[in-house]
T-cell receptor, first 113, second 113 residues
Protein backbone atom coordinates (compact mmCIF):
# COMPACT_ATOMS: atom_id res chain seq x y z
CA UNK A 1 0.00 0.00 0.00
CA UNK A 2 1.11 3.51 -0.73
CA UNK A 3 0.79 6.36 1.74
CA UNK A 4 1.51 10.08 1.58
CA UNK A 5 2.12 12.32 4.60
CA UNK A 6 2.02 16.09 4.57
CA UNK A 7 2.94 17.19 8.07
CA UNK A 8 2.16 20.90 7.64
CA UNK A 9 -1.60 21.56 7.61
CA UNK A 10 -1.01 25.29 7.01
CA UNK A 11 1.86 27.57 6.08
CA UNK A 12 2.30 31.26 5.43
CA UNK A 13 4.88 33.09 3.39
CA UNK A 14 5.52 36.72 2.60
CA UNK A 15 4.95 37.74 -0.98
CA UNK A 16 8.15 37.42 -3.07
CA UNK A 17 9.73 35.10 -0.51
CA UNK A 18 10.48 31.39 -0.84
CA UNK A 19 8.55 28.61 0.88
CA UNK A 20 9.04 24.85 1.06
CA UNK A 21 6.19 22.39 1.53
CA UNK A 22 7.08 18.98 2.95
CA UNK A 23 5.92 15.58 1.80
CA UNK A 24 6.99 12.06 2.70
CA UNK A 25 5.63 8.92 1.16
CA UNK A 26 5.82 5.20 1.44
CA UNK A 27 5.71 2.71 -1.39
CA UNK A 28 7.07 -0.76 -1.99
CA UNK A 29 7.39 -0.11 -5.71
CA UNK A 30 10.67 0.74 -7.41
CA UNK A 31 9.04 2.45 -10.37
CA UNK A 32 6.65 5.21 -9.37
CA UNK A 33 5.70 8.81 -9.95
CA UNK A 34 5.28 11.76 -7.63
CA UNK A 35 3.12 14.82 -8.10
CA UNK A 36 2.26 18.13 -6.55
CA UNK A 37 -1.24 19.42 -7.25
CA UNK A 38 -2.64 22.84 -6.43
CA UNK A 39 -6.27 23.44 -5.50
CA UNK A 40 -7.26 27.14 -5.39
CA UNK A 41 -10.60 28.30 -3.96
CA UNK A 42 -12.19 27.54 -7.33
CA UNK A 43 -11.71 23.87 -6.36
CA UNK A 44 -10.06 23.01 -9.67
CA UNK A 45 -7.15 20.58 -9.29
CA UNK A 46 -4.09 21.83 -11.18
CA UNK A 47 -0.91 19.85 -11.71
CA UNK A 48 2.09 21.85 -10.52
CA UNK A 49 4.94 19.43 -11.06
CA UNK A 50 5.65 15.75 -11.74
CA UNK A 51 8.70 13.63 -10.90
CA UNK A 52 9.61 10.18 -12.15
CA UNK A 53 11.28 8.17 -9.41
CA UNK A 54 13.94 6.74 -11.68
CA UNK A 55 15.19 10.22 -12.55
CA UNK A 56 17.73 11.60 -10.12
CA UNK A 57 17.43 15.14 -11.41
CA UNK A 58 14.90 17.24 -9.52
CA UNK A 59 11.99 18.47 -11.63
CA UNK A 60 11.48 22.21 -12.07
CA UNK A 61 8.66 24.27 -13.54
CA UNK A 62 9.41 27.98 -13.55
CA UNK A 63 9.17 29.14 -9.91
CA UNK A 64 8.34 25.63 -8.69
CA UNK A 65 10.97 23.01 -7.97
CA UNK A 66 11.19 19.83 -5.95
CA UNK A 67 13.77 18.29 -3.67
CA UNK A 68 13.41 14.57 -4.31
CA UNK A 69 15.25 12.38 -1.83
CA UNK A 70 14.48 8.83 -2.92
CA UNK A 71 16.26 7.03 -0.09
CA UNK A 72 14.47 9.15 2.48
CA UNK A 73 11.18 8.95 0.52
CA UNK A 74 10.88 12.69 0.68
CA UNK A 75 9.43 14.96 -2.00
CA UNK A 76 9.27 18.60 -0.96
CA UNK A 77 8.02 21.48 -3.10
CA UNK A 78 9.82 24.80 -3.20
CA UNK A 79 8.01 27.89 -4.42
CA UNK A 80 10.27 30.82 -5.20
CA UNK A 81 9.20 34.45 -5.48
CA UNK A 82 5.78 33.65 -4.00
CA UNK A 83 2.84 35.42 -5.58
CA UNK A 84 -0.65 36.10 -4.31
CA UNK A 85 -2.00 33.69 -6.90
CA UNK A 86 -0.05 30.87 -5.28
CA UNK A 87 -2.43 30.86 -2.32
CA UNK A 88 -4.15 27.46 -2.40
CA UNK A 89 -4.22 23.96 -0.98
CA UNK A 90 -1.27 21.92 -2.17
CA UNK A 91 -1.49 18.14 -2.39
CA UNK A 92 1.38 15.73 -2.74
CA UNK A 93 0.59 12.45 -4.50
CA UNK A 94 2.23 9.17 -5.51
CA UNK A 95 1.41 6.40 -7.95
CA UNK A 96 3.05 3.43 -9.55
CA UNK A 97 2.52 2.58 -13.18
CA UNK A 98 -0.49 0.35 -12.80
CA UNK A 99 -2.27 1.76 -9.80
CA UNK A 100 -4.31 4.56 -8.39
CA UNK A 101 -2.87 7.91 -7.35
CA UNK A 102 -2.80 8.43 -3.59
CA UNK A 103 -2.96 11.96 -2.21
CA UNK A 104 -1.80 13.46 1.05
CA UNK A 105 -4.15 15.53 3.21
CA UNK A 106 -2.81 18.78 1.88
CA UNK A 107 -1.10 21.95 3.04
CA UNK A 108 -2.95 25.24 2.93
CA UNK A 109 -0.60 27.98 1.78
CA UNK A 110 -1.29 31.61 2.67
CA UNK A 111 0.54 34.42 0.89
CA UNK A 112 1.00 37.54 2.99
CA UNK A 113 1.08 40.81 1.02
CA UNK B 1 -10.23 19.34 -26.87
CA UNK B 2 -12.65 19.74 -23.99
CA UNK B 3 -11.40 18.93 -20.54
CA UNK B 4 -12.90 16.43 -18.14
CA UNK B 5 -16.58 17.25 -17.84
CA UNK B 6 -18.49 16.50 -14.69
CA UNK B 7 -22.16 17.10 -14.15
CA UNK B 8 -24.02 18.22 -12.37
CA UNK B 9 -21.85 20.79 -10.64
CA UNK B 10 -24.13 20.79 -7.63
CA UNK B 11 -26.55 18.05 -6.62
CA UNK B 12 -28.99 18.19 -3.73
CA UNK B 13 -30.66 15.03 -2.52
CA UNK B 14 -32.81 14.07 0.45
CA UNK B 15 -31.83 11.16 2.63
CA UNK B 16 -32.80 7.88 0.99
CA UNK B 17 -32.71 9.17 -2.58
CA UNK B 18 -30.26 8.14 -5.26
CA UNK B 19 -27.42 10.29 -6.59
CA UNK B 20 -25.94 9.80 -10.03
CA UNK B 21 -22.75 11.66 -10.85
CA UNK B 22 -21.46 11.76 -14.40
CA UNK B 23 -17.97 12.14 -15.77
CA UNK B 24 -16.89 12.42 -19.38
CA UNK B 25 -13.12 11.94 -19.62
CA UNK B 26 -10.94 13.81 -22.01
CA UNK B 27 -10.95 12.51 -25.55
CA UNK B 28 -8.59 9.58 -25.90
CA UNK B 29 -8.39 8.91 -22.17
CA UNK B 30 -9.37 5.41 -21.14
CA UNK B 31 -8.44 5.63 -17.46
CA UNK B 32 -10.93 7.20 -15.05
CA UNK B 33 -10.57 7.77 -11.33
CA UNK B 34 -13.14 8.92 -8.78
CA UNK B 35 -12.16 10.72 -5.60
CA UNK B 36 -14.14 12.11 -2.68
CA UNK B 37 -13.16 15.25 -0.82
CA UNK B 38 -14.62 16.26 2.51
CA UNK B 39 -14.29 19.90 3.63
CA UNK B 40 -10.74 20.84 4.55
CA UNK B 41 -9.47 17.36 3.70
CA UNK B 42 -7.53 15.74 0.90
CA UNK B 43 -8.83 13.60 -1.88
CA UNK B 44 -9.71 10.06 -0.92
CA UNK B 45 -9.43 7.50 -3.68
CA UNK B 46 -12.65 5.65 -4.40
CA UNK B 47 -12.39 3.71 -7.64
CA UNK B 48 -10.24 3.34 -10.75
CA UNK B 49 -11.84 2.20 -13.99
CA UNK B 50 -10.85 1.51 -17.54
CA UNK B 51 -13.36 1.07 -20.33
CA UNK B 52 -15.91 -1.51 -19.17
CA UNK B 53 -13.66 -2.68 -16.33
CA UNK B 54 -13.25 -1.82 -12.67
CA UNK B 55 -9.53 -2.02 -11.96
CA UNK B 56 -9.48 -1.05 -8.30
CA UNK B 57 -12.47 -0.27 -6.10
CA UNK B 58 -10.69 -0.60 -2.78
CA UNK B 59 -11.65 2.92 -1.72
CA UNK B 60 -15.34 2.59 -2.38
CA UNK B 61 -17.80 1.59 0.36
CA UNK B 62 -19.09 -1.91 -0.24
CA UNK B 63 -22.72 -0.90 0.13
CA UNK B 64 -24.74 1.73 -1.70
CA UNK B 65 -21.88 2.85 -3.96
CA UNK B 66 -21.21 1.62 -7.47
CA UNK B 67 -19.33 2.87 -10.50
CA UNK B 68 -19.23 2.06 -14.17
CA UNK B 69 -17.42 3.22 -17.27
CA UNK B 70 -19.28 1.77 -20.25
CA UNK B 71 -17.92 1.34 -23.73
CA UNK B 72 -20.02 4.28 -24.85
CA UNK B 73 -20.91 7.25 -22.70
CA UNK B 74 -19.68 8.79 -19.49
CA UNK B 75 -18.49 7.15 -16.33
CA UNK B 76 -21.19 7.08 -13.66
CA UNK B 77 -20.76 7.09 -9.89
CA UNK B 78 -24.00 5.99 -8.30
CA UNK B 79 -24.88 6.36 -4.65
CA UNK B 80 -28.07 4.68 -3.51
CA UNK B 81 -30.07 5.65 -0.42
CA UNK B 82 -27.87 8.63 0.33
CA UNK B 83 -27.15 9.64 3.91
CA UNK B 84 -25.88 12.96 5.29
CA UNK B 85 -22.36 11.55 5.55
CA UNK B 86 -22.25 11.23 1.77
CA UNK B 87 -22.21 15.03 1.46
CA UNK B 88 -18.87 15.87 -0.15
CA UNK B 89 -17.23 17.01 -3.35
CA UNK B 90 -16.76 14.16 -5.79
CA UNK B 91 -13.99 14.57 -8.32
CA UNK B 92 -13.41 12.63 -11.47
CA UNK B 93 -10.04 12.52 -13.21
CA UNK B 94 -8.86 10.93 -16.41
CA UNK B 95 -5.52 9.96 -17.84
CA UNK B 96 -4.28 8.43 -21.09
CA UNK B 97 -2.09 6.10 -19.07
CA UNK B 98 -1.34 5.44 -15.39
CA UNK B 99 1.58 7.45 -14.10
CA UNK B 100 0.93 10.32 -16.45
CA UNK B 101 -0.78 13.56 -15.61
CA UNK B 102 -4.27 13.32 -14.19
CA UNK B 103 -6.74 15.76 -15.66
CA UNK B 104 -9.43 16.66 -13.17
CA UNK B 105 -13.00 17.74 -13.64
CA UNK B 106 -14.44 20.59 -11.61
CA UNK B 107 -16.17 18.22 -9.25
CA UNK B 108 -19.74 17.61 -8.19
CA UNK B 109 -20.76 18.98 -4.82
CA UNK B 110 -23.29 16.59 -3.32
CA UNK B 111 -25.42 17.91 -0.49
CA UNK B 112 -27.72 15.53 1.36
CA UNK B 113 -30.53 17.17 3.30
Amino acid sequence: AQTVTQSQPEMSVQEAETVTLSCTYDTSESDYYLFWYKQPPSRQMILVIRQEAYKQQNATENRFSVNFQKAAKSFSLKISDSQLGDAAMYFCAVTNRDDKIIFGKGTRLHILP
Amino acid sequence: NAGVMQNPRHLVRRRGQEARLRCSPMKGHSHVYWYRQLPEEGLKFMVYLQKENIIDESGMPKERFSAEFPKEGPSILRIQQVVRGDSAAYFCASSPSPGLKLFFGSGTQLSVL
